[in-house]
């Protein structure tokens, strides 16, 4: 009896070890969950560039196809139609590229600085400062005292460089048109107009939508194109 002790010990032994090895299995599974959960918390899921539509590579001087060009100079000043020689020379000899902005006939083009940066990359570098996305979600029976208390929570947002994503859930068929304006046209006042919150968006454009996107940083041009 003495002698099958050992054995005993043993069974039990390797009864238990599998069920610490399926305890250590199901904790690290555990662990690479919570932290996939952590990491999904980071909302990137907003593109301002996009709202826009889309525009094509441009192209400058030589790679122009058009024999002739009218050309708008640094200062924005118009030069009238020339030859794609003469305005690309024009371009050059001050350090500059001819740059065409417009398919019309002849193709409108612009004398800038040298820069390999289009518009699209621009609001690119500008989204990559923003953190993480807000989500705001507004009825549209809100009263005035509940949407003033949501546009501030969304402005305090922005203030911390959140853009922020603002839906307006449908309602009543019969007055949510109606309501969605009037809840668009108070998100523009209050977000919009004061600069706290930047759209590429038009105020009519946005009355439309489905939702709204802001953004803590000016997204527009800095320069004017023809």
Do not use: W
């Not at 610490?20 to 690290?28: A, G, N, Q, W, Y």
């Not at 009218?70 to 001050?94: I, N, P, Y």
Request: a positive charge; glycine letters at 4%.
């Amino acid at each position: 009896a003495m002698a099958a002790l050992p054995r005993l010990a043993l069974s039990a032994k390797s009864i238990y070890a599998p069920l610490r090895i399926r305890r250590l299995v199901s904790i690290d599974i555990a662990r690479r969950f919570l932290n996939r959960g952590k990491r999904s918390k980071t909302n990137r899921n907003f593109d301002f560039f996009n709202l826009k539509k889309e525009t094509t590579k441009r192209l400058k001087n030589f790679e122009i196809k058009a024999s002739e060009v009218k050309v708008v100079d640094q200062t924005g000043t118009m030069r009238g139609v020339m030859t794609l020689s003469e305005a690309v020379s024009l371009a050059t000899k001050d350090g500059l590229q001819l740059i065409q902005v417009s398919n019309s006939n002849p193709p409108v083009c612009k004398i800038m600085e040298s820069s390999t940066n289009t518009y699209e990359d621009s609001i690119r570098e500008t989204e990559k400062k923003m953190k993480s996305l807000k989500i705001l979600k507004l009825k549209p029976e809100i009263d005035s005292h509940d949407l003033s208390t949501k546009l501030n929570s969304a402005s305090k947002q922005l203030q911390k460089c959140h853009p922020v994503k603002i839906v307006i859930e449908k309602g009543d068929s019969s007055v949510f048109q109606k309501r969605k304006g009037e809840i668009v046209t108070s998100i523009y006042e209050t977000l919009v107009d004061s600069s706290i919150g930047y759209t590429l968006e038009p105020l009519k454009t946005a009355k439309g939508a489905g939702f709204i996107l802001l953004s803590p940083y000016d997204l527009k041009r800095d320069s004017k194109e023809t």
